[in-house]
Nanobody
Framework: QAQLQESGGGLVQAGDSLRLSCKNS????????MAWFRQVPGKEREFVASISWGGRTTEYADSVKGRFTISRDNAAVTVYLQMSSLQQEDTAVYYC???????????????????WGQGTQVTVSS
């Protein structure tokens, strides 16, 4: 069973950069789609970015396109989310997610992912 653990969140100022990491300490997910979602209180969890098993295919929410970059290091069983030009609207709990089905192209719906981390808080101040 894969176990996902996010790290790297914190308090930053608008315009700053931050890199989130998602380390898998369980069964490797090197042949699986991975993604990042985020959630603010009172709102639904929203898709941020996803990456295919080989890292060749990535997708981004329009709100973060051009500012965030998702990547993965399969040797390190870690997925990253590099965030730059952060805005107050990016304040949220960020979750790492994985699809345990091998070789399955996965979309943007949170229901398509069955593995989740505990989340890491990102707060962007003005």
């Amino acid at each position: 069973q894969a176990q996902l653990q996010e790290s790297g969140g914190g308090l930053v100022q608008a315009g700053d950069s931050l890199r989130l990491s998602c380390k898998n300490s369980g069964h490797p997910l090197i042949n699986n789609y991975m993604a990042w979602f985020r959630q603010v209180p009172g709102k639904e969890r929203e898709f941020v970015a996803s990456i295919s098993w080989g890292g060749r295919t990535t997708e981004y929410a329009d709100s973060v396109k051009g500012r965030f970059t998702i990547s993965r290091d399969n040797a390190a069983v870690t997925v990253y989310l590099q965030m730059s030009s952060l805005q107050q609207e990016d304040t949220a709990v960020y979750y790492c997610a994985g699809n345990s089905d091998l070789w399955k192209v996965t979309g943007r719906g949170q229901n398509e992912y069955d593995l989740w981390g505990q989340g890491t808080q990102v707060t962007v101040s003005s």
